[in-house]
């Protein structure tokens, strides 16, 4: 199923809606997480955190959202996170003006192209306003950090965080000092980041206020050629699109190394992580592929990059960049705050950091589509048990002779261990349906022998067939169904 779909299940069935939807003139990109969202959420975190942060022994931080404006003028946002905008001189409105061309040629135009290149192509283009055909302005830039004063008095000039990775590199050397780490070190953070996107679209795919989970790993750039963990990645297959190439091929982690497609050891451990990761979400792995960002797609502060994609019905969509940002970052907050951060690791270093910065909306709402099927009679939402947003729900079969009382006990031993939802609304048919739609693994209901043999049935959401259980071992089996994948 596609877009609209999901869009609809999402906003009828609570798992994601637009922010101050009462208001007619709510701002864009703003969205809420409702109680299945919120769920659903919080097991792509767990998950993310069992096979990326504690598999790998990374250590998390959770830092502030704001922070002083000497952070960007070091990190390099103040000038560099800017993009091209021209406005209508008739209505007002505002457009990217890379993304304006784009439409009209068909083609991918770099952001990084200059205000007078971009100019050019909007002039051969003939470009006009999208909304109502008038005359566009000459291309500027526009900052996409949300500027904020702090303070009643001489407001000191501070940002929201336009990503949340700023904080593990001022928190770094705190961190690799007291928790007595060794290069390399990863450090990892899950958080919000708020950018004032041009044009916020598509629901959870372009937020102007978006979860981020970002995973900085520093290291001695003089050892990343011989890493001692890659041996447990060397024959993982990635399907990767190089930059030379409009088509995606699977390597071994060995092989791209070897042929020099990714830079060292290091880097291909943590792209295998994270396409492990990602086969546990139910994304199936011939949806995505590693793309290579080539110069004029990069970020301003990567010197190499890859984009793990997926493939949607809205189109390929970055999910995570892979950033290998060198010492741009460390470098830039020792030189603005005048402390030295280099660490020692046989001698004097400035680590070098590659970066995992996932977007988590995004994979949300991929999940959510690569798992909504469409079956003969029903909507079922497939995704891995252990990701369902409701664990388990409990029916009485009829709403009388003590099924209900009973029913309401089940879900009073069950509610403390897991998300369970209780109904005792509407048929029995309806009701499976209504757990299918959003993915519950299991459906225990209560009925008529369970009264006289303390037993119940157990229904399994994918083939639809029921075990009948003792009442005393539905708490095993459910747990037993819904537990994360360990080893
Ligand atoms: N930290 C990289 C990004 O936010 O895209």
């Not at 958080?191 to 959870?204: A, C, D, K, T, Y």
């Not at 930059?243 to 880097?267: H, M, T, W, Y």
């Not at 992580?273 to 290579?292: A, H, N």
């Not at 741009?328 to 046989?346: C, F």
Request: glycine share 8%.
């Amino acid at each position: 199923v596609g877009y609209e779909e999901v869009a609809k299940l999402a906003l009828e069935r609570c798992f994601f809606f637009p922010a101050a939807e009462i208001y007619g003139d709510a701002l864009a990109g703003f969205w809420e997480y409702g109680p299945l969202g919120v769920s659903l959420k919080n097991r792509v975190v767990e998950l993310w955190r069992r096979e990326m942060v504690r598999r790998d022994g990374m250590l998390e931080v959770d830092g502030s959202v704001i922070l002083p404006e000497r952070v960007f003028a070091a990190s390099g946002h103040l000038r560099g996170f800017a993009d091209p905008v021209v406005e209508c001189l008739r209505c007002g409105s505002v457009h990217r003006a890379d993304k304006l061309i784009e439409q009209i040629i068909g083609a991918l135009v770099p952001e990084k192209l200059s205000e007078k290149e971009l100019d050019g192509l909007l002039e051969k283009n003939q470009a006009r306003c999208p909304k109502c055909g008038g005359q566009l302005s000459k291309t500027r830039r526009f900052n996409m950090m949300f500027k904020l004063g702090v303070g009643a008095r001489e407001a000191a000039p501070a940002y929201l965080r336009p990503e949340t990775c700023q904080s593990i590199f001022l928190d770094f050397p705190r961190v690799f000092r007291t928790m007595r780490c060794k290069l390399p070190a990863a450090l990892a953070q899950v958080g919000r980041s708020f950018r004032n996107e041009i044009s916020p679209r598509q629901g959870l795919i372009r937020l102007r206020e978006m979860i981020q989970a970002e995973i900085e790993i520093f290291f001695n750039p003089a050892k990343a050629g011989d890493y001692h963990k890659f041996r447990l990645v060397e024959d993982c297959e990635l399907s990767i699109q190089p930059l030379d190439s409009s088509e995606r091929k699977p390597f071994s982690c060995k092989q791209a190394v070897k042929e020099g497609l990714i830079a060292n050891e290091l880097i291909a451990y943590y792209m295998a992580l994270l396409q492990q990761f990602y086969d546990k979400t139910g994304i199936p792995g011939s949806e995505m592929r590693y793309r290579e960002m080539g110069a004029e797609e990069r970020a301003f502060y990567a010197e190499q990059g890859w984009d793990l994609e997926v493939r949607t019905s809205l189109g390929w969509l970055e999910l995570v960049a892979c950033n290998y940002r060198t010492d741009y970052d460390l470098r830039g907050h020792a030189r603005e705050s005048g402390r030295d951060l280099a660490i020692m690791d046989e001698g004097k270093v400035l680590p070098h950091v590659f970066e995992l910065s996932m977007g988590i909306d995004r994979t949300v709402y991929s999940i959510m589509e690569h798992s909504l099927t469409r079956e003969k009679e029903r909507l079922v939402l497939k995704v891995p048990p252990y990701l369902a947003p409701i664990q388990v729900a409990v029916f009485p079969l009829v709403n009388r002779k003590g099924l209900p009382d009973e029913a309401k006990r089940i879900h009073n031993m069950l509610r403390t261990s897991f998300d369970v939802f209780y109904d005792d609304s509407g048929s029995i048919g309806r009701r499976y349906r209504r757990q299918d739609e959003v993915g519950t693994p299991c459906c225990v209901t209560v009925d008529y022998q369970t009264m006289e043999d303390k037993t119940v049935t157990v229904r399994d959401r994918d083939t639809m067939l029921q075990d009948r259980t003792g009442v005393d071992a539905i708490l095993g089996h459910i747990r037993e169904k819904v537990s994360f994948p360990s080893g």
